[in-house]
């Protein structure tokens, strides 16, 4: 389960998401400066792919502890302070996850019916990720908030 939670096994999906937007990108700027046409659904799908690699990494950035952060008071504080303050942290993530995770399945049901102008896609589909993600971070968060309980490190890299 740690290793689940650590979220290395997104890294993959991670490369081949950049590795396609980059290739998109990339097949619209030669095909509009090299041959004057433009592929019309590239702008959308690479917009698109973005927005996933964005949620999916910051995902992948909250299981590893890369978000920035001021630990300057944590550090400050003795052990059992900086415990208590972890777990309120992590508290106070977890409800932020669960509201917007919630809210965010609401969204996607609601825009299923949209389209997006160029490719035709329910809208939904692009907004899927945030409820993904969101479930996504507060299990991480949950583990961290566990094993700040029980008195070891939040992430255990």
Request: aromatic share 12%; net charge positive.
């Amino acid at each position: 389960m740690a290793a689940f939670l650590r979220m290395s096994w997104l890294e993959p999906l991670l490369v081949m998401i950049l590795a396609v937007l980059v290739a998109v990108v990339l097949a619209n700027v030669i095909g509009r400066y090299f041959f004057g046409f433009a592929l019309t659904w590239a702008d959308e799908m690479a917009r698109f792919l973005f927005v996933w690699l964005t949620f999916l990494g910051a995902t992948v950035g909250l299981a590893r502890g890369a978000h920035i952060g001021m630990d300057i008071v944590v550090q400050a504080l003795p052990p059992r302070g900086a415990r208590a303050l972890q777990t309120l942290a992590l508290l106070l993530i977890m409800i932020f996850l669960s509201v917007w995770g919630w809210y965010s399945i609401e969204l996607v049901q609601r825009s299923m019916a949209l389209r997006t102008p160029a490719m035709g896609l329910p809208l939904g589909y692009i907004y899927a990720i945030a409820p993904i993600s969101a479930g996504l971070m507060l299990l991480v968060c949950l583990y961290q908030f566990v094993r700040t309980l029980r008195g070891q490190k939040a992430q255990d890299a």
